[in-house]
């Protein structure tokens, strides 16, 4: 199997080089990160400009590039412009959850679009915040879970987030957002405020609450936005 790994913190994030360690176990490795920080860059890609792309002995025998553009762009770069075919994208570990809204948000995730929209199943991995242990403790276990609950048969991404603590595994969907978006405006600057906004239910079907609670999270995700619930039934059979 060859794997396209990469990862939203950049090419020397620590969640990247767990990651590594892991997917050698699973097949042939190629890595192409971000030459520098990318979360919450969500799915841009760059489209005007050159960017560039450098080979780098950063894991040793393990062929990496440097990419200074973002997680997509790796994605986008490796398969569409070097002509590299992947059986599978992960994505990860990354520093801190991607859960509910701010999947939206998630350069962690969009690489995985990117990848499922190449026609590539994709992986996400996500860790709490400065914590590691229990995800890499726990990759190879999530990795086998979906194998045999076959999520792949019928979803392109796996979302799958580690808390602090916390061995079992549940399959959930999008919860809500979980920070606030407030700012503070002064002397012509707005300053963001991330407060999280989780009040502690227990909905355990969400991917917020299971991992709130202590819960690893599988999430099957889609490349298709559409709203099938705001779709009538004959409007859902048309074409
Ligand atoms: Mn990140």
Redesign the pocket.
Known sequence: MRILLTN??GIEAEGLRYLVDFAKTLGEVCVFAPKLQQ?AKSHSIEIHSAYEVKRSDIFGDVEAYSVNSTPADCVRVAILGMKKKFDLVISGV???PNLGGDIHYS??VAACFEGAMLGVKSLAFSAAFNSFGNAVKNLGRAYEEILRRGLWERADIVNVNFPEEGEEMLVTRMGPAIYSDSFVIENDMATPCLVCLYRGTRDLSLDTDAVMTGHISLTPLGYDLTNFSALTPAERKIG
Do not use: Q
């Open positions: 939203d913190d979360s990354n520093n801190g350069g962690t």
